[in-house]
């Protein structure tokens, strides 16, 4: 049993090898052979090897560096090649679906913002591989060698197996959709909840980079957390989201999609918080929600002007928020905790209500150094898709695949 399972151990270790190597590169380069092995902690024959066969894939490049202080020759570094390598990165959320060509650098090559009506004769399934089809149709000129697809969407998701179980706004039960475009386009096709892969993006290039213990929030049509735990996403294999809008906090609240009643998420989404607003100005007619539309933005900017109810509503979001969050720092105990929201505009309220939550029902060895802090990005666009290619470089699992050719 040991020697046949042997082999499979020599792949997976090439694997996290290349992988290692691949990242050093990316994130330091231009870095030397010398370097890398040091970094990477592998002998420098097996840099030598694993570097080769990048460059004879066209994923990295040689060229020359100057080392500070020297007047000797140049050394020779090692950077990425990136241009030549195209990916599909998808975001579908309530009415559209965003669509866009990047590189691996996560330059972005084109994008577009199409309708994908709620409700529709034809099946979600067939109508996103016939968006997909069609945008690649018209950007066939500007399309290098296609390496992957990467899709983000809400819901209740599989993601190892490409699953989508349910969906809000969309009538889906067990859609295939991962094995159904990886059949037709022949490249992996990797799929995450959006507010996981936001929570990836956040780590890799924007406002948790660098923190090993982290969790996120998104306060939006849907709420739910990423955490990050010791630098990687908890669960990044299965379904990684941690369902904190599907925890309930009112027993004999509204029913909500996932067949409970009182979710989280039936009472700090944005459209609970928006419809909450509407029934409690009939009690506050001095509010100035009165005479303009009620959003977002006018709730938000009431609060800052001091509107007692756009305030208290605010409020009662945060400190719902803040009692879920106040037993994951008991969980995790996060450097940071991320929120990433349309009311942010009203940080100063929101932020407070959370943080103070968290100061009175958590542990205070865990809770008095936890920042509360916004997002970088908001969850708008293809980015988040950007971060599930990086991840799959970097910890080897798409890298072999394009090794191999």
């Not at 009311?343 to 509360?372: K, M, W």
């Not at 950007?386 to 991840?391: C, G, R, Y």
Request: glycine share 8%; hydrophobic share 40%.
């Amino acid at each position: 049993m040991v020697a046949d399972s042997q082999p499979g151990h020599i792949d997976q270790i090439k694997q996290t090898n290349a992988g290692v190597v691949y990242r050093l590169i990316d994130q330091l380069g231009p870095v030397s052979r010398i370097d890398l092995s040091r970094l990477a902690q592998l002998a420098p024959a097996s840099i030598t090897k694993i570097v080769r066969e990048m460059i004879e894939a066209h994923l990295v490049q040689e060229t020359e560096i100057q080392e500070p202080g020297s007047r000797g020759r140049p050394a020779v570094g090692l950077m990425v090649e990136t241009e030549a390598w195209h990916y599909l990165s998808v975001r579908i959320n309530r009415g559209e679906i965003n669509l866009a060509l990047r590189d691996l650098s996560s330059k972005l090559v084109v994008e577009e913002q199409l309708a994908l009506p709620q409700q529709d004769q034809q099946p979600l399934l067939e109508r996103i591989i016939a968006h997909i089809d069609q945008f690649f149709i018209r950007h066939q000129q500007k399309l290098e060698r296609l390496t992957a697809i990467a899709i983000t969407l809400p819901g209740i998701i599989d993601t190892e197996n490409g699953v989508v179980h349910r969906m809000p706004f969309y009538d889906v039960q067990e859609m295939p959709l991962g094995p159904a475009l990886e059949n037709r386009t022949g490249v992996p096709v990797f799929i995450q909840h959006d507010i996981s892969a936001w929570t990836m993006a956040e780590s890799l290039f924007g406002a948790s980079r660098g923190a090993r213990d982290v969790i996120q929030v998104v306060i939006d049509h849907n709420v739910g957390a990423g955490v990050v735990t010791d630098g990687r996403l908890l669960h990044a294999g299965s379904s990684s989201l941690v369902e904190i809008g599907h925890t309930q906090v009112d027993p004999y609240g509204k029913r909500c999609y996932c067949g409970n009643h009182g979710c989280l998420e039936t009472i700090a989404s944005i459209d609970s918080v928006l419809e909450l607003a509407q029934q409690r100005m009939n009690q506050s007619m001095g509010s100035m929600l009165h005479g303009q539309p009620l959003n977002v933005d006018t709730l938000c900017e009431a609060a800052l002007k001091g509107d007692l109810l756009a305030r208290d509503i605010i409020v009662g979001v945060g400190t719902n928020v803040g009692r879920i969050l106040a037993i994951m720092v008991n969980l995790f105990n996060p450097q940071k905790i991320l929120i990433g929201s349309p009311l942010n505009r009203a940080s100063d309220i929101l932020f407070p209500a959370i943080a103070d939550c968290i100061r009175q029902q958590a542990l205070p060895a865990y809770s008095r150094n936890t920042v509360v802090e916004s997002t970088q990005f908001t969850n708008q666009g293809t980015m988040a898709g950007a971060a599930l290619v990086k991840d799959a470089m970097y910890t080897g699992s798409l890298l072999i695949r394009l090794l191999q050719g």
